[in-house]
């Protein structure tokens, strides 16, 4: 039986959010944050592109319509590929409710 092993437990979750790639010259797009744990999160990130593992990734997490968003920066650790979406993996860098702790 191959087990995957993993430094710390992942939480499953489905929280709304909100990306820019570092270097890219788009606007926030859609993704959606489908488990966290200490170091990181994985996302599904709903574009039709591929985005380079090493990659800056900003994002606005939306808690509720009352709160400030959380701000995370990370980098993307993997990525795949799939039908309609992007689905990948970042380690945190910065996490802060104050959008001016981190640059975009």
Not at 51 to 79: D, E, F, H, Q
Request: hydrophobic share 35%; net charge positive.
């Amino acid at each position: 039986m191959n087990k995957e092993r993993r430094k710390f437990t992942r939480h499953p979750i489905n929280l709304k959010a909100q990306f820019l790639v570092e270097g890219e010259k788009r606007d926030w797009e859609k993704c959606t944050i489908i488990n966290v744990n200490r170091e990181g999160m994985g996302i599904i990130f709903k574009i039709h592109r591929e985005i380079g593992v090493g990659s800056t990734i900003y994002l606005k997490i939306l808690w509720s319509t009352k709160s400030k968003p959380l701000n995370v920066k990370g980098i993307l650790k993997w990525g795949k590929k799939k039908e309609d979406y992007f689905i990948g993996g970042i380690e945190f860098h910065i996490i802060s409710r104050n959008s001016n702790d981190i640059e975009v």
